[in-house]
């Protein structure tokens, strides 16, 4: 049975975040990844097949070795959705150093 995961639960993992972020500057291989990680290589194998799952990382067969990489397509998507909150936050940040600013004046 092939569950679907949800890119945010997937994300949520602080381990898996920082998998992402290895493999964002270049392709790796499980047992590159997994010797970064003072976990059981099982573990990290779990944390590479639910971000596969999610399609935030691409796997690349190069002879016997696989290599993981990140997909910016997906990564992209995350990024779209998350845009308007983050500029909904600024905004509101922006006003409140504004009102800040002006009370300090006085």
């Not at 049975?1 to 290895?22: E, G, K, S, W, Y």
């Not at 944390?47 to 997906?74: D, M, P, V, W």
């Not at 150093?97 to 002006?102: A, H, S, V």
Request: net charge positive; with cysteine.
């Amino acid at each position: 049975m092939n569950l679907r995961r949800d890119v945010f639960q997937a994300i949520a993992d602080p381990t898996r975040r920082a998998i992402l972020l290895l493999v964002a500057s270049q392709s790796l291989t499980a047992g590159v990844i997994a010797s970064k990680f003072d976990t059981a290589r099982p573990t990290v194998s779990k944390h590479l097949q639910i971000l596969t799952e999610c399609e935030l990382l691409e796997q690349e067969q190069n002879g016997r070795e696989i290599f993981y990489h990140i997909n910016a397509k997906k990564m992209k998507e995350v990024a779209d959705f998350i845009e308007p909150f983050r500029k909904m936050w600024d905004d509101r940040f922006n006003v409140l150093e504004t009102i800040m600013k002006n009370y300090k004046k006085e």
